[in-house]
């Protein structure tokens, strides 16, 4: 990975519920895996265990085959104002990456169906988990969870901005779910909805409240005019430390 040698910020990205309208992992498990998946997301909500543990064992219940995959994954639509989000932050000359518990088979079919052409390459453009359908049968894997800690997702976002960031270009994120907690705790600009902006409130952690990628790039181009270079200034290191959370999860 190239690492960044200005002051110019790199926006990092969720996918699911964040560039995509739902959550398109919860949409395959409702759809297509034995109810059972149910319990063992509380079991994640819960702090019991984490996104990669808990994606392993929904993903050995799905029954499908690629080509009832591929029909379901072809109705999930994306924020209508996401392309053109990006293709302001190209003309800008921002790094886009999109960081995710999800799986790149999904993720890049769900871009390509919006138009996407360009390489969508998982450790290049794209940092998530990797699927693969054999027969019947769903083989998850997790090039990117990370060194081993307490917290065991599936894609360790904060190893990923470590990686791409270098040492000195500021982080933007924008995501919407808990599994974006990390991230948001080791970005100086973040966008959160949802149960991240929850997350983000109760640990005083500054964030731009958004609904769609309209509302991200009118508030991202108000930060940025005025500012040399769009060199935008460094948070402190977070003092915040991360606590289990009392989460329902609507599943």
């Given at each position: 990975m190239n690492q960044q040698t200005n002051m110019k910020p790199i926006i990092f990205?969720?996918?699911d519920g964040t560039i995509s309208q739902l959550d398109v992992t919860d949409l395959v498990l409702t759809q297509l895996a034995h109810p059972t998946w149910r319990e063992v997301e509380q079991e994640w909500a819960r702090g019991q265990i984490g996104s990669r543990e808990?994606?392993?064992r929904q993903m050995a219940l799905v029954d499908t085959t690629a080509k009832e995959l591929n029909s379901l994954v072809d109705t999930v639509p994306l924020d209508p104002h996401f392309p053109a989000f990006h293709r302001?932050?190209?003309r800008r000359g921002l790094p886009f990456y999109v960081v995710s518990d999800g799986f790149d088979l999904i993720i890049r079919r769900v871009l390509k169906n919006a138009g996407f052409t360009g390489p969508v390459n998982n450790g290049?453009?794209?940092f998530s988990s990797s699927l693969k359908i054999r027969g019947r049968r769903t083989e998850p894997s997790f090039p990117y969870a990370g060194p081993p800690c307490e917290?065991?997702?599936a894609t360790c976002k904060v190893e990923v901005i470590r990686r791409v960031r270098g040492s000195a270009s500021p982080v933007i994120f924008i995501g919407d779910g808990l599994s974006d907690r990390f991230a948001a705790q080791a970005a100086d600009i973040v966008f959160a909805k949802r149960q991240l902006l929850s997350f983000c409130r109760e640990n005083v952690i500054m964030c731009q409240p958004f609904e769609t990628f309209a509302d991200v790039e009118a508030q991202l181009a108000?930060?940025?005019?005025?500012?040399?270079g769009d060199e935008?200034?460094?948070?402190r290191e977070s003092k915040v430390r991360t606590r289990k959370l009392k989460v329902e999860v609507a599943v």
């Open positions: 990205s969720d996918f808990c994606l392993e302001w932050a190209k290049s453009q794209l917290h065991d997702c108000a930060i940025l005019e005025g500012i040399p935008v200034p460094k948070r």
